[in-house]
């Protein structure tokens, strides 16, 4: 038997197939997204920023590595690169920390960026129903949420 894309496997899935299509579905969003954000001037990684930074007024660099999947140092350098754009603003905050906040481009930026996103989103997503669309997300939560392990990695008493 050969693999075809198209259908789903009768079998349940190996683990590795499984975890390899989790990351060609990543992968695909990626660069769809990043060639598609090009045309407004910013990339997946940059357009992540601004919506973590929308999302979190006033957010430490290190809070805003974590939600974007960054390292600190990482998260440093495009922060660095936004506030260059006029994209973001750095305030001092408490002690030593630097809060991130949207400037008025950065706020277009990300709002051009929301319509790209939806349009690619809706069409790697268009094949599948409401209901199926709701089952995978349930099941990427199930085993994504952060702070708990698998159920075949917690200790057994």
Same mark, same amino acid.
């Given at each position: 038997?050969?693999?075809?894309?198209?259908?789903?496997?009768?079998?349940?899935?190996?683990?590795?197939?499984?975890?390899?299509?989790?990351?060609?579905?990543?992968?695909?969003?990626? !660069?769809?997204?990043?060639? @598609?954000?090009?045309?407004?001037?910013? $990339?997946? =990684?940059?357009?992540?920023? /601004?919506? &973590?930074?929308?999302?979190?007024?006033?957010?430490?660099?290190?809070?805003?590595?974590?939600?974007?999947?960054?390292?600190?140092?990482?998260?440093?350098?495009?922060?660095?690169?936004?506030?260059?754009?006029?994209?973001?603003?750095? !305030?001092?905050?408490?002690? @030593?920390?630097?809060?991130?906040?949207? $400037?008025? =481009?950065?706020?277009?930026? /990300?709002? &051009?960026?929301?319509?790209?996103?939806?349009?690619?989103?809706?069409?790697?997503?268009?094949?599948?129903?409401?209901?199926?669309?709701?089952?995978?997300?349930?099941?990427?939560?199930?085993?994504?949420?952060?702070?708990?392990?698998?159920?075949?990695?917690?200790? @057994?008493?």
């Amino acid at each position: 038997m050969t693999a075809n894309h198209e259908d789903p496997p009768s079998a349940p899935a190996d683990l590795e197939e499984l975890g390899r299509a989790v990351k060609e579905a990543q992968y695909r969003h990626h !660069r769809a997204l990043d060639t @598609r954000l090009a045309a407004v001037g910013t $990339t997946l =990684a940059q357009w992540d920023a /601004l919506r &973590a930074i929308a999302r979190t007024p006033g957010a430490s660099a290190h809070e805003l590595a974590v939600a974007t999947f960054q390292g600190d140092q990482s998260f440093g350098t495009l922060a660095s690169r936004l506030a260059s754009q006029h994209l973001v603003e750095r !305030r001092p905050g408490r002690g @030593r920390r630097i809060e991130h906040h949207l $400037t008025e =481009a950065g706020e277009r930026v /990300l709002t &051009a960026g929301r319509a790209v996103t939806r349009d690619v989103l809706a069409a790697s997503f268009g094949p599948l129903d409401d209901s199926e669309r709701a089952t995978l997300l349930g099941l990427l939560r199930r085993i994504g949420t952060p702070g708990e392990e698998p159920q075949d990695q917690r200790p @057994r008493n």
